[in-house]
Nanobody, 120 residues
Framework: QVQLVESGGGLVQAGGSLRLSCAAS?????VGWFRQAPGQEREFVAA????????YYGDPAKGRFTIARDNAKNTVYLQMNSLKPEDTAVYYC????????????????WGRGTQVTVSS
């Protein structure tokens, strides 16, 4: 089973940027980023396959976030710009296990998450 470790979260002011990293012990078809705010369901942010340069973005990420990968390091990054207070959440990366990329049920292994807090 693939193990994933997220890093890069923190406290940032609105309008600022953060880059999250997801280090994976191995590869499946793709890696996804999801986020979960208190009292809310887990939400798809972005995904990328290990073999294609075509990323996939959820509504929260479009126009502000960029997902990228480094195959040599087995690491996937999420560059987040123009952050808003509503981006505050725990961000998780996960390894794809089968199914559509925007559905959390398609991912089998999850990291522990990294907290992102955006102050107004």
């Amino acid at each position: 089973q693939v193990q994933l470790v997220e890093s890069g979260g923190g406290l940032v002011q609105a309008g600022g940027s953060l880059r999250l990293s997801c280090a994976a012990s191995g590869r499946t078809y793709a890696v996804g980023w999801f986020r979960q705010a208190p009292g809310q369901e887990r939400e798809f942010v972005a995904a990328i396959t290990w073999s294609s340069d075509s990323p996939y973005y959820g509504d929260p990420a479009k126009g502000r976030f960029t997902i990228a990968r480094d195959n040599a390091k087995n690491t996937v990054y999420l560059q987040m710009n123009s952050l808003k207070p509503e981006d505050t959440a725990v961000y998780y990366c996960a390894a794809h296990a089968g199914g559509v990329l925007y559905d959390a049920r398609s991912f089998g292994s999850w990291g522990r998450g990294t907290q992102v807090t955006v102050s107004s």
